[in-house]
Nanobody, 126 residues
Framework: VQLQASGGGMVQAGGSLKLSCTPS????????MGWFQQAPGKEREFVAT????????YYADSVKGRFTISRDKTKNTVYLQMNSLKPEDTAVYYC????????????????????WGQGTQVTVSS
């Protein structure tokens, strides 16, 4: 399964961006998709995840209330709507997927995901 992520760019603080990720094959209804971010010199960190079937969502505390993850089953695409962006949100954002339904305690773990996209750069200027 290949993941194609898009939608990154440069925006001023307070602005918005919407990322998209489309897998090359359909994620089974039992699957989970998520977004991670990696800033220069830092580890890749969890941002948000969604269970494909029920649409259950989980977020990192740093983005709660500002970011929204969603999926469109008809388009086989997951989105990350990012509002009220801050300079500290600057990072490469990676889409991730697994065909397994992750339990809540695993959704933020990088090792729980089997497939990764190429990353898309998000830059927020102050």
């Amino acid at each position: 399964v290949q993941l194609q992520a898009s939608g990154g760019g440069m925006v001023q603080a307070g602005g918005s961006l919407k990322l998209s990720c489309t897998p090359s094959a359909r994620i089974f209804n039992s699957g989970t998709m998520g977004w991670f971010q990696q800033a220069p010199g830092k580890e890749r960190e969890f941002v948000a995840t969604i269970r494909w079937s029920a649409g259950d969502t989980y977020y990192a505390d740093s983005v709660k209330g500002r970011f929204t993850i969603s999926r469109d089953k008809t388009k086989n695409t997951v989105y990350l709507q990012m509002n009220s962006l801050k300079p500290e949100d600057t990072a490469v954002y990676y889409c991730a997927a697994t065909t397994r339904r992750l339990i809540s305690s695993n959704t933020s773990s990088k090792t729980a995901y089997d497939y990764w996209g190429q990353g898309t750069q998000v830059t927020v200027s102050s």
